[in-house]
C-alpha cells in the first residue's frame, strides 16, 4: 500500500509480479500442478516409447483398473488434510468385500448387502474417529487397530475368495457406455461420482473448510468456534464408508470377495494422496490432486507391464516419486515459514 | 504396595505375568521345559526363540520413537537383508563354509547399515517427517528385494546359516543370544552414557536441546541407523528361521508389531523418556500373546481380531480421559456422601 504512485513498471514486472502474487496466494497448488506435470510427461513418454499409449481403450482402463485406489484415495484426503492417517483402508475394503460375497451368497438381495457394506465401513471408521478424538489416541495407532480389526473379521467371514454371481454386483463391472472408443463402466462413475462429491464439499461447505482449518491449527479452529469434535470424527467415517464404497467396486471388478485383498493398499493411497499434492501435515491438499496421484500411479503401472519389466518395479519407482513430492513441498512448506 | 502399583513397568509386566499364568492354567505343560541331548525344549523356549526378531526390531524402534520420530521401514529392510545374505549365499561355490556365511551375514547388514543411513539422513537432514520419510523405504524396500531374489523365494542350504536361528549354544537358543546381546548393548550405550539423557531430551523439546547444546542431528541420524542394523540382523535371523528369502512375507506386518511392543512397554509415542526394559517386556507379551492365540483354540484367522482388542485395551488404558475417569469414580466411591465432588472435579 505504500509504493510510490509515480513509478510506473513496465510490463515484464507487472507480469512477475502478478506470477508472484499468484504464487503467494495459490503456493498449495504447486505440489498438484507438479503431479499434472508428471502425469503428462508420463503419458507423452510412454506414447513416444510405444507408439500406442495413448489410446481411448488404454486411457480409459487406466480409470477403471484403478476406481478402487480413486474412492480410497478420496477418503484418505479428507482424514490426511486434518492432520491424521488412516490406516485401516486397504482392510476394510477386503473386510466388506468379502462380506458382500458371502452375504449375497448367502442368498440376500444386493439392495441390502450394498447399504450392509457401507454400514460396515462406516462403523470402523466411527471406532477409529472415537478413539482419535475422545480418547486421545494417535491416529497412526488407532487406525492401526482398525486395520488388525477390519484384517481379522474378513478372515473370519472366510478364509478362501467367494465367487459373486449376483447380477446387479456384476452389472457394475460387465456394463460399457462406449463413446467413440472411449468407454466407462458403472464402477468408473462411482469413482468419478465419489471425487465430484469430494471436491464439491471439500471446495463449497462449510464442513469442508472446517476440516482445511482444523488441519491449519486445531487450535484456532475450536477458537474460532468450529465443531472440531464432529469434524474429526466424521472425517474417519467419511473415509470408512470410502473403504465400503471401494469394497463394493473391487467385488465387482474382480467377481469375488478375497480376504487378502488390498493388503499394503493403504500405502499406495497414501503415496497416491501425497503425490498428487496434499501435505501430510494437514490443512493443505486437494481431492483432484488426489485423483490426479492414483493416475499418476496407474500410468506407471501400465508402463512398467507395456515394458514387460517386473513390476517389483512400480514400488521403487512409487517411492522415488514419493521422496520427490515430499522434498518439493518441505522446500515449499519452508518458504511460507520464512515468509511468517 | 503403592510404590510398586506406581513404578512405570508395573502394568506391563502384570499383563505378561497374566497371559502367562492363563497359559498354564489352560495347558500345564506351558511351564514345562524339558532337555533332550542337553538341549531346552519348551513353549516358553519356543517364546525367546521366536521373539528375536521382533525384540531387535522394537529395540531399534524404541531410540527412534524417543526421539520423536518413527520407523516404517523395519520390515521393509528385514526382506532386502536376508534377500542379500541368501543372494550371496546361492550363488558362493560353498554354501557351507563359514567364511561365505560370514560374508553373506556381514554384507546383508552393510546394507541394511546404509538404508538406516538414508532414513536418517532423510529425517535429521531434509527434515521430513519421519513417518513419510520411512514410507519411502517402506514402499521401495520391498521392491529393491524383490529385485534382488528377481521375484523368486530363494532358497538355500547352508548349515552355519541355519544356525543363526536354529542352533544350541549351552543348551539355550542361539537367536535368544542374539537379543540377549542386542539388549545389554543398546542398555549399556543409552543408559551407562549420556547417549539416553541426550536422547530423551531431543525427543521432549528438540528446540530446547538444540538451544542447550545437544547436537540433536547427529542423535537422531544415529538412531535411524540403529534401527537400520537392528532390523538387518533380524532379516537376517528369519530368513535363517525358513531358509528362505521371500521379500513379500519377510517382516510384514512387523513394523506394527514393534511399534505395538513399545507402547505395551510404556513408552509413549509422543518421544522423549523411553524404557528398554519395558519393551522387552513389551516384546515377551506379545510373543506370548501370539502362541496363546494359538494354543486357545482361537482359529488363527481371528487373531487379527484379538491383536486389536488388545491395542484397544491398552491404548485405552493409556488414555488420559479414561485415567480422569477412573480417578473421579474412585474419588466419588470414597466420598460418596458428597457425590458432587466428581462432578466439579471433571
Keep these: ?340 | 504396595m503403592k510404590k510398586i502399583l506406581r513404578h512405570r513397568l508395573f502394568w506391563p509386566t502384570a499383563a505378561l505375568i497374566a497371559l502367562i499364568a492363563l497359559n498354564t492354567a489352560s495347558r500345564p505343560s506351558f511351564l514345562s521345559i524339558t532337555v533332550r541331548d542337553g538341549e531346552l525344549y519348551g513353549s516358553l523356549i519356543d517364546i525367546l526363540r521366536n521373539s528375536a526378531p521382533l525384540m531387535l526390531v522394537a529395540l531399534g524402534m524404541t531410540v527412534v520413537i524417543a526421539t520423536r520420530g518413527i520407523d516404517l521401514s523395519v520390515g521393509a529392510i528385514m526382506a532386502v537383508s536376508g534377500a542379500v545374505a541368501l543372494t550371496i549365499i546361492d550363488t558362493s561355490d560353498s554354501p557351507n563354509s563359514l567364511g561365505t556365511v560370514a560374508v553373506a551375514i556381514g554384507v546383508g547388514v552393510l546394507v541394511s547399515l546404509v538404508l538406516g543411513v538414508w532414513n536418517g539422513f532423510l529425517v535429521a537432514v531434509l527434515g521430513i517427517q519421519p513417518i513419510i520419510a520411512t514410507l519411502v523405504l517402506m514402499l521401495a524396500g520391498r521392491g529393491i528385494a524383490l529385485l534382488i531374489t528377481e521375484g523368486f523365494i530363494t532358497t538355500v542350504n547352508s548349515d552355519p546359516y541355519k544356525f543363526m536361528s536354529q542352533g544350541y549354544v549351552v543348551g539355550l537358543p542361539f537367536a535368544f543370544f542374539v537379543s540377549i546381546a542386542a539388549i545389554v548393548i543398546i542398555a549399556i550405550v543409552e543408559r551407562r552414557t549420556a547417549l539416553g539423557v541426550l536422547t530423551e531430551s531431543v525427543g521432549i523439546n528438540p528446540v530446547a536441546s538444540r538451544l542447550a547444546g545437544v547436537r540433536s542431528r547427529g542423535i537422531i541420524w544415529g538412531a535411524y541407523v540403529a534401527s537400520g542394523v537392528l532390523a538387518g540382523i533380524a532379516g537376517i535371523l528369519y530368513s535363517s528361521n525358513i531358509m528362505a528369502a521371500d521379500a513379500n512375507a519377510a517382516g510384514l506386518y512387523i513394523e506394527l508389531y514393534a511399534i505395538l511392543a513399545v507402547v505395551l512397554g510404556g513408552t509413549a509415542l509422543t518421544g522423549g523418556k523411553f524404557t528398554i526394559a519395558g519393551t522387552v517386556i513389551g516384546v515377551f507379551t506379545i510373543q506370548t500373546l501370539t502362541s496363546t492365540i494359538t494354543f486357545l483354540g482361537v482359529p488363527p484367522a481371528a487373531s487379527p481380531v484379538f491383536m486389536a482388542s488388545v491395542v484397544i485395551v491398552v491404548v485405552l488404558i493409556q488414555s488420559p480421559r479414561v485415567h480422569r475417569l477412573a480417578r473421579n469414580i474412585g474419588r466419588s466411591l470414597r466420598s460418596r456422601s458428597t457425590p458432587r465432588n466428581a462432578e466439579v472435579a471433571s
Design chain 1, 1 to 340: 500500500m505504500t509504493t510510490s504512485i509515480e513509478t510506473t513498471p513496465r510490463r515484464a514486472d507487472a507480469a512477475t509480479s502478478r506470477y508472484r502474487t499468484f504464487m503467494n496466494r495459490h503456493s498449495s497448488l504447486l505440489p498438484t500442478f507438479a503431479a499434472i506435470v508428471i502425469l503428462l510427461v508420463l503419458l507423452v513418454g510412454a506414447q513416444i516409447a510405444f507408439g500406442n499409449f495413448i489410446t481411448p481403450r488404454n486411457l480409459s482402463s487406466l480409470l477403471l483398473d484403478n476406481a478402487y485406489l480413486v474412492i480410497l484415495a478420496v477418503g484418505m484426503t479428507f482424514v490426511i488434510i486434518t492432520g491424521g492417517i488412516d490406516l485401516s483402508v486397504g482392510s476394510v475394503m477386503a473386510f466388506t468385500g468379502i462380506l458382500c460375497a458371502k452375504l449375497l451368497a448367502d442368498g440376500l438381495p444386493a439392495i441390502v448387502v450394498v447399504p450392509l457394506m457401507i454400514l460396515g465401513g462406516a462403523a470402523i471408521g466411527l471406532l477409529i474417529g472415537v478413539l482419535v478424538q475422545y480418547f486421545d489416541v494417535q491416529p497412526f495407532i488407532a487406525s492401526l487397530a482398525g486395520l488388525f480389526l477390519a484384517r481379522g473379521l474378513s478372515f473370519v467371514v472366510s478364509l478362501s475368495s467367494i465367487k459373486v454371481e449376483d447380477p446387479a454386483i456384476l452389472w457394475l463391472q460387465s456394463t460399457r457406455f462406449q463413446l467413440a472408443g472411449w468407454y466407462i463402466t458403472p464402477t468408473g462413475i462411482i469413482a468419478l461420482l465419489v471425487v465430484a462429491i469430494g471436491v464439491y464439499v471439500m471446495q463449497w461447505t462449510r464442513f469442508g473448510r472446517t476440516i482445511y482449518a482444523i488441519g491449519g491449527s486445531e487450535q484456532s479452529a475450536r477458537l474460532m468456534g468450529l465443531p472440531v469434535a464432529r469434524t474429526k470424527v466424521l472425517v474417519y467415517v467419511i473415509s470408512g464408508v470410502c473403504g465400503g464404497l471401494a469394497g463394493l467396486v473391487l467385488t465387482a471388478y474382480s467377481g469375488a470377495g478375497y480376504p487378502l485383498n488390498g493388503v499394503g493398499t493403504e500405502l499406495d493411497a497414501i503415496a497416491a494422496v501425497v503425490i498428487g499434492g496434499t501435505i501430510l501435515t494437514g490443512g493443505s491438499g486437494y481431492v483432484l490432486g488426489s485423483l490426479i496421484g492414483v493416475l499418476v500411479y496407474g500410468t506407471i503401472t501400465s508402463v512398467i507391464s507395456f515394458m514387460g519389466a517386473e513390476q517389483s518395479w512400480t514400488r521403487i519407482i512409487i517411492g522415488a516419486l514419493l521422496l520427490l513430492f515430499i522434498v518439493v513441498q518441505r522446500v515449499i512448506v519452508s518458504r511460507a515459514d520464512r515468509r511468517r
